[in-house]
């Protein structure tokens, strides 16, 4: 398996532009999960999918970030519009389902390092 | 709400030397560890987790990390370091309940080699 696949790899924009990140997950895999990585904060997750339905989204900062996961092997954060202080590292994860009482691995994508001037 | 402290910002070893990279969380529940490990540029990559049963759990890479419940801490060890081990290292709590599940991360190690 290829793992999570994240795109673009670097995303450089300028303030007030959309920003669209996007995320394959590992086939099979239930859970999605989107994180942001800054200095100042290490990483947040910023929200979850199961099943393609999103579950928590409350470590989304802004009205101005959204995330859609149209089907299972497909998701996509976007910014709209963008500001300098979003500038970060973004992850896509995804896992299996977990069974109570137990839990599965996240595994992780390279990432999208987003630059906004 | 459960956290995660690494209190080691920067470690800098020699190769070959031990490591101990320490890991405290706080969490009501019966905790789900990880070690994730970020090379820089990369994504995290997972050494090694904890469940249940056995306290001490090996992973991947030679390391090592024990739970200690009385302590609240999952420290992660190697006997002797490798120069390829420099990278920042990061803790995480998972927990599950009322079907949600998430991972909170510490703020991480960042672990340098003195060839």
């Known amino acids: 398996d290829a793992g999570v696949i994240q795109s673009p790899r670097h995303e450089v924009t300028e303030m007030g532009q959309e920003v669209t990140l996007r995320c394959k997950p590992i086939s099979g895999h239930d859970y999605l999960f989107w994180y942001r990585q800054t200095m100042m904060r290490g990483l947040e997750l910023l929200i979850y999918?199961?099943?393609?339905?999103?579950?928590?989204d409350s470590g989304m900062p802004e009205d101005r970030f959204s995330a859609k996961m149209p089907n299972a092997s497909f998701s996509t954060l976007k910014i709209q519009p963008s500001e300098p202080r979003d500038s970060a590292v973004y992850f896509c994860a995804s896992s299996l389902e977990f069974v109570r009482d137990t839990t599965d691995t996240q595994y992780f994508g390279p990432g999208t390092r987003l630059t906004v001037l | 709400a459960q956290s995660v402290t690494q209190p080691d910002i920067h470690i800098t070893v020699s190769e070959g030397a031990s490591l101990e990279l320490r890991c405290n969380y706080s969490y009501g529940a019966t905790p789900y560890l990880f070690w994730y490990v970020q090379s820089p540029g990369q994504g995290l990559q997972l050494l090694l987790k904890?469940?249940?049963?056995?306290?001490l759990v090996q992973g991947i890479k030679g390391f090592e990390a024990e739970f200690k419940r009385s302590q609240s801490s999952f420290n992660l060890r190697k006997p002797s370091v490798h120069w390829s081990d420099a990278a920042e290292y990061f803790c995480a709590v998972g927990y599950s309940g009322a079907g949600s599940y998430q991972l909170t991360f510490g703020k991480g190690t960042k672990l340098s080699v003195i060839p």
């Open positions: 999918f199961n099943n393609n339905v999103p579950i928590d």
């Open positions: 904890y469940f249940s049963g056995d306290t």
